[in-house]
């Protein structure tokens, strides 16, 4: 009799899930309707029900935004909860990853177009910016670890830091891009403008391959494949584990 009941509850239990979901979809549909009807040629990538009654979180490319199908508004900002928990940073973040995972491939096709710097077992490819305060913090944090291998692409953000290109172009036009690369991270030239060179063209690429794939702030990483938004040491250190330098071995006695 306890095993049937178990059984029971069990299947009543996955039959409200199933009900609820379908009653989920069905809602968001609905409210895509309404809004496409309401605001025509604004393309609508993704509906979700959010916490606040009535109003629905609108995806549309890289915008974000909050429809109320009762009165057809739409308000644009941020919702946080009443734990201080930015709701829509969160969706922000799930929608870089996403796009960034899928464009995986095109960085892992270029990493000969990459910096490479040393030849641990974890590979990292990297997204960053040579003035970007968080892209210099996880240059020095990578410089503790010898079982990494680095692919870095330049991706200075001009309207942050204007002095970065030249000092990505410095990079990559320089015969040691690696030793280059410590010069302008560490800061020798922040005070004054890096030597001119000819980097074959390399910039553009990097423009090109860092653009592509839709990540719009630095550090980016992908650690073993999985994606890292940010100077997000845990979780790197989630992924690849706390990294310990190998003691000797004890003397034979």
Not at 101 to 127: C, F, H, R
Not at 137 to 152: A, F, G, V
Request: glycine letters at 6%.
């Amino acid at each position: 009799m306890k095993k049937t009941l178990t059984v029971f509850l069990l299947l009543f239990s996955m039959v409200n899930s199933w009900a609820a979901e379908e009653k989920a979809v069905s809602i968001e549909a609905s409210v895509k309707a309404e809004f496409e009807t309401t605001f025509p040629g604004m393309p609508v990538d993704s509906v979700a029900i959010t916490p606040v009654s009535g109003i629905y979180e609108i995806v549309s490319g890289d915008k974000i935004f909050y429809f109320a199908p009762a009165s057809g508004h739409v308000i644009t900002g941020a919702i946080w909860s009443k734990e201080g928990e930015n709701l829509t940073a969160k969706t922000v973040e799930r929608l870089t990853t996403a796009k960034a995972q899928a464009n995986y491939a095109l960085l892992s096709a270029a990493l000969d177009k990459a910096v490479k710097v040393g030849n641990g077992k974890n590979v990292v490819i990297e997204l960053t910016d040579p003035d970007c305060p968080y892209c210099r913090k996880m240059h020095e944090y990578w410089k503790t670890r010898s079982d990494i291998t680095r692919y870095i692409f330049l991706m200075p953000i001009p309207e942050l830091h204007p002095d970065a290109e030249a000092k990505s172009r410095y990079i990559l036009a320089s015969v040691d891009r690696e030793k280059a690369l410590e010069e302008v991270f560490s800061g020798k030239f922040d005070s004054a403008a890096p030597p001119e060179g000819d980097d074959k063209g390399m910039f553009p690429i990097h423009e090109e391959i860092t653009g592509r794939t839709g990540i719009k702030g630095t550090p980016a990483f992908f650690v073993n494949d999985r994606f890292v938004h940010g100077a997000d040491i845990p979780a790197i250190e989630e992924i690849i584990g706390v990294y310990r330098k190998e003691e000797p071995a004890p003397a034979l006695k």
